[in-house]
């Protein structure tokens, strides 16, 4: 079984279907293009959570003059271990008006986990169960005094009349959701786990998707394809995200910056990496933005 990760910091963590919240301009001399921002989820790795929640009550975008332009101002709860292998929840689907903008700014009111037992565990985003000690990349910063958090966008955004840009919001879960109290009763199957409780730390990624791409594939041994497999993805020897195989053995990781020195390591309990089968894929690879890479893995039974 795979320990769960307890950390003292952390964040990417995707919906079944999607969700469109489009807003309508009405100044009809200005001319517009189009943001989209989905939601996905680097998996939790422990099969007894059903839900892992985080709330969303406003999105926002500044413009490179510092005005500020109202994306979404409807609270939206999302189940993030519903958002893996390549499914995604769309939080905005936005017309905006031509110029040059350099942040988004999310406002997270509460994060809430619930176990398969019916246990449930809720944080309010300004209490003490959450911090902006969270590893957050692209030089993303947490607002102490509003508990919002400020996302830089690398390059300026420059919006101009039928230009549609997309981004991947990706939050780990495993990361983000410090696990307290753990217990564990029973062995083998019937084994459970109780908490006492859950501390939120924000560890997520933030990525232009026209500068990415997607690795998909297979995981399986003699024994067929292997499902909950962990497929672990490397940057300079560094994790930067992961998933889980479905019940067939497949996974798929969307929103892998373009780029050089990537490689995969692949874990299940039971079983480890066939390095004879495995050697073309185990090594380091470039992405290249708008690629569909296949990899498939092969794994040796070690009972």
Known sequence: MKNIKVLPVAIVLFIAGFLTISCEQNNINESFGKITLKLSDAPLDYAQFKEANIT????????????????????KKSNLLELVNGVTETLIDYNLPEGDYDMIRLHMSSSEMIMNNGNSYFNEMDGEGFSGNGMMQNGMMFNNNDGSIDIP???????????????????DVNQSFMLEGIEYTNTGSGMMMNISGFSFYPMMRFVHMSTSGTIKGTVQSE?????????????????YTSTH?????????IGIPEGADYSMIVELDGYMMDSSQNGTVMGGFDMMAGSKINMNFYMNSTN
Do not use: C, Q, W
């Not at 966008?153 to 939050?171: Q, R």
């Not at 195989?245 to 990781?253: E, P």
């Open 56 to 75: 969303i009550d406003r999105i926002e975008i500044r413009k490179k003059d510092g005005k500020y332009i109202s994306l979404m101002d409807s609270p």
């Open 153 to 171: 966008f690398e390059t300026m955004l420059t919006i101009m009349e039928g230009i549609h840009e997309e981004y991947l919001l990706d939050v």
């Open 223 to 239: 024994d067929g394809f292997l499902a909950n497999a962990t497929i672990t993805l490397m940057h300079s020897d560094k994790e």
């Open 245 to 253: 195989t479905d019940d067939n053995g497949n996974y798929t990781l």
